[in-house]
């Protein structure tokens, strides 16, 4: 038995990278199916309830300031996630609350403590938005950031992080009970409704600060509003249920993720490749869960797909 289970371990290890026990996955029956992938799901819930928990002390236990981080945190790409905490830090939902009425003074504090305007020539709109943040950085004794905190290399306009701060600006001087209103989601389209703002006017006509374009989209699409019902909606709720007792609010967390459409992204491309197509968020969790965490170091010992196929005679 021992032979035979370094064998299979072998030869797990050797199609790793290329994700090959996607044709396994594939052919299993539905529910040994579910079972391996409702396994690497909650192994992914558990690593970004951690993440969640981090935010929550450094927020002084306050679910609002929490969500704030997460939000920041979602927003943008991967690569700029540190920059956006960053941001959500220095210009803190406190401050951001005190200014809501105004969307003007919310971009303003928000533009001015990202240093991205430093990036770009000024119009009257820009200038406008420097001129505010003086006084804003003054009441607030806020430290700007560095304009290089920003990666904007190779960056698509539709998630660039000037269009996605406006965003910001807007979303938050246009809702209050925003945690509340994300903990009562409960599908993409909920999602897509409380999420799906769009920056103001002046993004319309203008890509970047003072550079002129033809109109421009300016609102969070539905696939950007999907990865935040997966990235910040879900766990938000899973977390808050699980500290609040409420398990209602962590079943709907999980079926907010068996709702909503799967990632289309490189990992869910290679397991496609692989023989094995993910049809929503909980599976492509799952998936990628197994992709980051346990395929590129060759953890099949550990992996549930892994133990699974170790275990199982038939694969002799």
Not at 220 to 229: R, V
Request: proline share 3%; hydrophobic share 40%.
């Amino acid at each position: 038995m021992e032979e035979r289970d370094a064998r299979m371990l072998n030869r797990l290890r050797a199609g790793a990278r290329v994700y090959a026990c996607g044709e396994y996955l594939a052919e299993l029956d539905p529910l040994h199916r579910s079972a391996i992938l409702t396994a690497a799901l909650y192994d992914r819930l558990r690593r970004k309830i951690a993440a969640v928990e981090e935010l929550f002390a450094e927020a002084g236990s306050n679910w609002n300031q929490t969500f704030y981080f997460m939000f920041f945190r979602t927003l943008g790409d991967k690569r700029n996630q540190r920059a956006y905490l960053e941001l959500a830090r220095r210009a803190t939902y406190a401050m951001v609350l005190r200014e809501r009425a105004s969307l003007h003074n919310v971009e303003a504090l928000l533009f001015g403590t990202s240093g991205l305007l430093d990036l770009y020539e000024d119009d009257g709109y820009t200038l406008d938005l420097r001129r505010d943040f003086v006084y804003l950085r003054s009441k607030y004794a806020i430290e700007p950031m560095e304009a290089s905190a920003w990666d904007l290399n190779r960056i698509h306009p539709a998630n660039h992080p000037v269009l996605r701060v406006a965003q910001a600006a807007a979303f938050f001087a246009g809702h209050d009970f925003v945690m509340e209103r994300m903990l009562d989601c409960r599908t993409p389209e909920d999602a897509a409704r409380l999420f799906g703002v769009e920056a103001s006017d002046y993004w319309t006509t203008h890509s970047l600060p003072a550079v002129k374009a033809q109109e421009m989209p300016r609102r969070i699409g539905t696939f950007k509003s999907n990865l935040i019902a997966i990235n910040l909606v879900s766990i938000m709720q899973y977390v808050y249920g699980s500290r609040t007792g409420n398990d209602r609010l962590r079943d709907r967390a999980v079926t907010l993720l068996e709702r909503t459409p799967a990632e289309e992204n490189v990992y869910m491309r290679g397991w496609r490749g692989a023989g094995l197509v993910a049809r929503t968020a909980f599976e492509s969790q799952a998936l990628l869960q197994l992709a980051t965490e346990y395929c590129p170091a060759g953890r099949c010992r550990e992996c549930p797909v892994g133990v699974r196929r170790i275990k199982s005679p038939a694969d002799d």
